[in-house]
Nanobody, 122 residues
Framework: VQLQASGGGLAQAGGSLRLSCAAS????????MGWFRQAPGKEREFVAA????????NYADSLKGRFTISRDNAKNTVYLQMNSLKPEDTAIYYC????????????????WGQGTQVTVSS
């Protein structure tokens, strides 16, 4: 499956952005979808994941309540709604696909998008 992330940009602290990740190729609903991010000088970290049908979600503890992951299987797209943005949310955000609900281990994700830059100014 090929993944194309979009929606990044510049936001002010306290603002919102919505990221999208469009998938093409194999059946989108066969994949768990996730978002990760990588800040300058830091390792890539888990942000959120959503199950095949969207009934289950999981978030990094530090992001609960501010970020929401969702998916539209009819549109082959996963979203990340980011609210109350903070400067520390500045990073490149990547979407990923995985056949299994094994979500916290970055090495177990099968497919990755190219990333979209999010910059939050104070």
């Amino acid at each position: 499956v090929q993944l194309q992330a979009s929606g990044g940009g510049l936001a002010q602290a306290g603002g919102s952005l919505r990221l999208s990740c469009a998938a093409s190729g194999r059946a989108f609903s066969n994949y768990v979808m996730g978002w990760f991010r990588q800040a300058p000088g830091k390792e890539r970290e888990f942000v959120a994941a959503i199950s095949w049908s969207g009934t289950s979600t999981n978030y990094a503890d530090s992001l609960k309540g501010r970020f929401t992951i969702s998916r539209d299987n009819a549109k082959n797209t996963v979203y990340l709604q980011m609210n109350s943005l903070k400067p520390e949310d500045t990073a490149i955000y990547y979407c990923a696909a995985n056949r299994l609900w094994v979500i916290r281990d970055i090495t177990l994700w099968d497919f990755w998008g190219q990333g979209t830059q999010v910059t939050v100014s104070s």
